[in-house]
């Protein structure tokens, strides 16, 4: 089991947009590819930050969820507001279940 993040900081006074672009994203992304998708913001800490989570069996279902999303114009077409509601791009991180 791996468990994939990704966190993005909103940009100065997006908070209500970011917050509802994450919601329905999360959303679309998980009724498109059945995935188990939540996002959560930071309340302490990195106020301000977005974060996504989700279980995956192993890295090449990351993987494949990856190229999925990519390939998929639908996805892209949301992804495009990315820049105009978060700041300094999005980062990743995959982690192993012990």
């Known amino acids: 089991m791996v468990r994939w993040t990704r966190s993005a900081r909103i940009a100065p006074g997006k908070e209500p947009q970011a917050i509802q672009w994450a919601k329905e994203m999360t959303e679309f992304i998980n009724k498109k590819y059945s995935g188990h998708l939540s996002v959560y913001m930071d309340c302490f800490g990195e106020v301000g930050t977005l974060r996504w989570f989700e ?32 700041q300094g791009g999005a980062f990743d991180t995959v982690m192993a279940a012990l």
């Open 55 to 86: 279980d995956l069996e192993n890295l090449a279902a990351v993987e494949k969820r990856m190229q999925q999303m990519m390939a998929d114009q639908e996805f892209r077409q949301r992804e495009s507001q990315v820049p105009t509601l978060f």
